[in-house]
């Protein structure tokens, strides 16, 4: 089977050190399969996105020499697919009506694992729903190419949203829909992840998708211990330091760059990477962390 890879941001805030380091992995992956490379920008929540930030993805991803194939996907057009996904799960009873607030879940089961009052109590046909798969609370596995054979706690929460009461779709809904009409057959993204994995190899499993081959890098961590990320006001990449910042990624992806790709050309440490990538050399673990400083 031809290779399909793919790097999927979401426009919340600029592409940062974490984004470049799974881009990265994503990239080299596929490339070093000899196959494709997709991107994909996730638009699901227009009230925590940034529009220039959207605009900005396709430049800085070129700017690190990191080219994709075909058509950009962007899910904010895709919304007429995930509506014929929820009205077949629907339709075969996979999926049920919710108008349960998570207040209201706390106080009556003294969790957030979901009790499936509304699957044995419908609400009526006017109210604000979300919209539930049916996921019994079990621990679930899956082999994973860098972190291993991956258990699911007992307490996965139950059955998971895929259409929010605010008439958004879920992010766990979209994933599944796109990487099956993309084709996808390897994933290599965050370990932030690795936890939504098993509701996602469900979701497959019920629409009768093929499940695409996983593979959770370490997340990039600050000196506090926090995930890189807009909340924790990871620094946008600078557009002018692409090298050092490739060969820091290799370096955090266990890839042993030699010291001489400093002074070498974008395009020529890109090259070394396709050339050199080994995925079983990134370390098995779901965070490391990573100075930012020059």
């Known amino acids: ?22 881009a990265l992995a994503s990239f080299l992956d596929a490339r070093a399969n000899h196959g494709q490379w997709l991107l994909r920008i996730e638009d ?14 396709p430049a800085v991803l070129s700017k690190f020499g990191l080219y994709w194939d075909g058509e950009i996907c962007r899910q904010s057009d895709r919304h007429h697919a995930y509506q014929d996904v929820l009205e077949h799960l629907l339709a075969q009873h996979q999926a049920y009506r919710c108008n349960c607030s998570r207040k209201e879940i706390l106080a009556r089961c003294g969790s957030t694992l979901y ?32 972190q291993g054979r991956y258990i699911s706690p007992n307490s996965s929460g139950g059955d998971f949203v895929v259409y929010r009461r605010d008439h958004l779709y879920a992010y766990l809904l979209a994933v599944v829909v ?4 993309q084709g996808v057959t390897h994933v ?25 081959t996983y593979a959770h890098i370490p997340v990039a961590n600050n000196p506090q211990g926090q995930k ?21 990624a290799l370096l955090f992806l266990d890839q042993q760059p030699p010291t001489e790709l ?10 070394w990477g396709i050339e050199h990538w080994q995925i079983d050399r990134v370390s098995p673990t779901l965070a490391k962390p990573v100075e930012l400083s020059k």
């Open 115 to 146: 009790d499936r009052h509304c699957l044995y109590h419908p609400p009526s046909a006017e109210a604000q729903c979300a919209i539930r798969v049916k996921f019994d609370n079990m621990p679930r596995h899956f082999n994973d190419t860098i």
């Open 262 to 271: 400093l002074e070498a050309s974008r395009d020529e440490i890109i090259r």
């Open 1 to 22: 089977m031809a290779y399909i890879g793919r790097f999927a941001p979401s426009p919340t805030g600029p592409l940062h050190f974490g984004s470049l380091i799974a």
């Open 44 to 57: 699901l929540d227009p009230p925590r996105e940034q529009a220039d930030v959207k605009a900005q993805f």
């Open 228 to 248: 890189l990320s807009k909340q924790t006001f990871a620094p946008a990449l600078t557009l002018d330091d692409t090298v050092p910042l490739l060969f820091k």
């Open 188 to 212: 290599v993204r965050g370990s932030d992840l690795l936890a939504e994995t098993t509701r996602q190899i469900h979701l497959q499993q019920v629409l009768g998708y093929p499940t695409p």
């Open 178 to 181: 796109d990487d099956y009409h």
